[in-house]
Structures are given as C-alpha cells and as structure tokens.
C-alpha cells in the first residue's frame, strides 16, 4: 500500500507483540493451580490508590491466616481494572495455595472479610473452574478481553505474588530437564534398552528428526508433571 492510505496501520507490529506477550503470560498463569477467582470492589468516598492496595494484601494476610496457610505461600495475581461504565477502579485476583477440604466455607469466609476490611465493600468470590482452566479462561478471570489485548500487555498490568514466580521457576526448571532427557547427547537415550524409535518399533511410522515421539519407549506416553500448589514454596 501507499504510504498516503489513511487506512494504513502503522503499528501493526506493535499490536502483533502485544497479542503475543498476552497470549504467552496467560498460558503460563494458566499451568498454576488457582483455587478462586476474586473480584473486590470499594465503596465511596472511593480510597486512594495507595490505601485499595492494601486492603487487598490485609485481606490476602487474613485469608492465609484463617486458611491456616503461610502469608508467602499464597499464590496471588493482581490486577486492577477501571470499570466500564465510570471507569470505578475494582480489582481481579486469582488466589492458589489454598489447602482446605471445604472450599465453600473458605469462600464464605473469605467474604465475610473483604466486607470488614471495605467497609461493607462488594465482592465476588467464586471457584476457579480447572476444566476450564486456560488462557482464554485466565484472562476473563482477570477482566481482561480481546478488545483491550490491543492496548496493554496482560503482564504489564498483573502483580504477582514472589510465590507464584518461585512456582513457574520450578515448572520451568522440570519441563527443561524432561526435555534435556530426549534430547541429550544427540538424542542418544533413544538407544537404551526397552526403547525404540518409531521408524523401528511402529510398522510404517516415520520418526521426525529431533521429535520427542522419536524417543519414547514404546507403549509409553508423556504424563503432566505440572506442579502441585504447594511445590517450590520456600
């Protein structure tokens, strides 16, 4: 096109690596085993950015506290959010680390104090729902869509707890060393014995060089290793 077509959008590379960082920080939030999604909202005369922040980390200490949980293992992000209609300021959270056998009554009581801490302040608190659990799902329980992915980057707007980056650190480091098995010396392990690749073990398979189906045993299927949400807390 001309560089005179008022249609021309020039930054339309910008908008690709936003849509990129988005998608990449959503599918790794989306690997951490949350356990609800929070919305806190805050009644007038509306506080200070400052003072909003941290009725929600006092709400975060007492949840821990009555959740019988230390306050650093908590998996917390954070994100706040101007409303659609007045642009009000409310927050979205995602809360993981929780190890309670009745989630109900840890629901009701995270409630009962996010309304003592904002002053009778409204809130929504509900179960994060793992079949659902993905980066589109992430991204709605953090209020984000598609028409705002244009304007930030999702992690450039999210706070997340030390936590949850020791978590991803430690997934990170297992799915790097359950790739380094397939591919150290030259995908030598394929070698050992009771393991084959696929141009010898399966009639009329064709092993891709470098694939990780090309070292599996045969019979033998990658398993999920994604951590529990306690793993790699300090």
């Known amino acids: 096109?001309?560089?005179?077509?008022?249609?021309?959008?020039?930054?339309?590379?910008?908008?690709?690596?936003?849509?990129?960082?988005?998608?990449?920080?959503?599918f790794t939030l989306?690997?951490?085993?949350?356990?609800?999604?929070?919305?806190?909202?805050?009644?007038?005369?509306?506080?200070?950015?400052e003072t909003r922040k941290g009725m929600f980390w006092r709400w975060c200490r007492d949840v821990g506290n009555f959740s019988e949980v230390p306050y650093k293992n908590l998996l917390i992000a954070l994100r706040c959010e101007q409303g659609e209609i007045g642009e009000r300021p409310h927050f979205h959270a995602l809360v993981g680390g929780l190890t309670s056998c009745n989630m109900m009554s840890t629901r009701s009581r995270m409630f009962r104090q996010w309304k003592i801490i904002a002053n009778n302040g409204a809130g929504d608190f509900r179960l994060y729902d793992r079949t659902l659990a993905?980066?589109?799902?992430?991204c709605k329980c953090l209020g984000a869509n598609a028409y705002e992915v244009n304007k930030f980057s999702l992690a450039e707007e999210t706070t997340?707890?030390?936590?949850?980056?020791s978590l991803i650190r430690v997934m990170d480091a297992k799915v790097e060393r359950r790739c380094d098995e397939f591919t150290?010396?030259?995908?030598?392990?394929?070698r050992l014995a009771g393991f084959k690749t696929l141009s010898q073990g399966l009639p009329g398979a064709v092993a891709c060089p470098g694939s990780v189906a090309s070292v599996l045993p045969v019979g033998g299927r990658i398993q999920d290793t994604t951590a529990s949400p306690v793993a790699g807390m300090v």
């Open 30 to 49: 989306a690997r951490v085993d949350w356990s609800f999604f929070t919305t806190h909202t805050f009644i007038n005369p509306l506080p200070r950015q």
């Open 1 to 26: 096109m001309s560089n005179g077509n008022p249609r021309v959008d020039r930054d339309w590379l910008d908008k690709i690596r936003r849509r990129e960082r988005f998608a990449d920080f959503a």
């Open 134 to 138: 993905g980066a589109d799902y992430v």
């Open 160 to 165: 997340l707890s030390d936590s949850v980056l």
């Open 184 to 190: 150290r010396k030259d995908r030598q392990v394929s």
